[in-house]
Structures are given as structure tokens and as C-alpha cells.
Nanobody, 125 residues
Framework: QVQLVESGGGSVQAGGSLRLSCTAS????????MGWFRQAPGKEREVVSS????????YYADSVKGRFTISLDTDKNTLFLQMDTLKPEDTAMYYC??????????????????WGQGTQVTISS
């Protein structure tokens, strides 16, 4: 099992920036893919970005492409999400997740076994 703890959420105005962090502990060497997901009230959880840990290959949802940047510090077992040019529609609870099975990264929340507690991001217009 991998334990994940997010931090860095908050409230900013549209156009601002936030940097989310997710520190992993436990069986981190078994992690194949790490991702950031978000869930707004009344909506399904959706992938924001993910990184394939062995190659560094990244994925971004179209809605955040060009504005968000995912990065992984393997020495510190920490995943980051730099969020720039934030929009009100980015408002959601953001979750860090780890996928430890299969051979590839994924966009499906159900394939991620370990989840953090979430950090709230609120963007005002």
C-alpha cells in the first residue's frame, strides 16, 4: 500500500496560480503511474494529469493543457501539480492517486489503488 498526503490547495482569484504537492510513503517502488484527479460538487471524478513513473511520460486533460504542469521528484517521493492561469471551472477537490498494477498509466480512477485525502482548490472570478 502507498500512503499519499496532498497539500497546497487554497483560494485564489482567476488568473492566479497554485502548486499542489503529494508526498508518498509506503511501497512507493511498486508505483507504475501517479495522477492528479479532481471532483467538483455534483460531478464525477476526472483525471487532470498523470505521469508514467518509469518513463516520465505525461498526460493532461484538454481542459488544463498548457496551464498545468505535473512533475515527480523521485528522490523525495513527491508529486507536484503546478497550476497557472486558473479559472473558476478549476474549482474542485483535488486528489493524488497511485496506480500499482498493470503495465501502463491510465485515466480511469478505478484503476488507481491508493488515494490521498484531497485538497480543496477554489477559484473566484
Amino acid at each position: 500500500q502507498v500512503q499519499l498526503v496532498e497539500s497546497g490547495g487554497g483560494s485564489v482569484q482567476a488568473g492566479g496560480s497554485l502548486r499542489l504537492s503529494c508526498t508518498a510513503s509506503g511501497y512507493t517502488y511498486t508505483t507504475i503511474c501517479m495522477g492528479w484527479f479532481r471532483q467538483a460538487p455534483g460531478k464525477e471524478r476526472e483525471v487532470v494529469s498523470s505521469v508514467y513513473t518509469s518513463t516520465g511520460s505525461t498526460y493532461y486533460a484538454d481542459s488544463v493543457k498548457g496551464r498545468f504542469t505535473i512533475s515527480l521528484d523521485t528522490d523525495k517521493n513527491t508529486l507536484f501539480l503546478q497550476m497557472d492561469t486558473l479559472k473558476p471551472e478549476d474549482t474542485a477537490m483535488y486528489y493524488c492517486a497511485a496506480k500499482r498494477s498493470g503495465a501502463y498509466c491510465s485515466r480511469a480512477p478505478g484503476l488507481f489503488a491508493d488515494w490521498g485525502q484531497g485538497t480543496q482548490v477554489t477559484i473566484s472570478s
